[in-house]
């Protein structure tokens, strides 16, 4: 079961940029395929982006050109750079293996206020 921790969510302003950081100190982190997954209030959880074992990555239509996924395995750590940020991308972000396990951790919080 692996245990991941995110951070680094915040309230934002629309067009500005936030950062956020997963460590998920598992053995097989280097192997795996981390997703960043949101869920905004009264909506269901949806994949945003997506990073192979290889770097390969993938991003949904509603990010693609604004948000980025990269991975440093020798830190377990997985990074979502959010630019441009809209108010529609207010949600709790999470991140999981892609496909994602049953286990989830607290989420960070992003706020983009108009």
């Known amino acids: 079961q692996v245990q991941f921790v995110e951070s680094g969510g915040g309230l934002v302003q629309t067009g500005g940029s936030l950062r956020l950081s997963c460590v998920a100190p598992?053995?097989?982190?280097?192997?795996?395929?981390v997703g960043w997954y949101r869920q905004a209030p009264g909506k269901r959880r949806e994949l945003v982006v997506s990073?192979?074992?290889?770097?390969?990555?993938k991003s949904a239509v509603a990010v693609n050109g604004r948000f980025a996924i990269s991975r440093d395995n020798a830190k377990k750590t997985v990074y979502l750079q959010m630019n441009s940020l809209k108010p529609e991308d207010t949600a709790v972000y999470y991140c999981?293996?892609?496909?994602?396990?049953?286990?989830w951790g607290q989420g960070t919080q992003v706020t983009v206020s108009t």
């Open positions: 999981n293996t892609e496909p994602a396990t049953l286990h």
């Open positions: 990073i192979s074992s290889g770097g390969g990555t």
């Open positions: 598992a053995t097989s982190f280097s192997i795996m395929s």
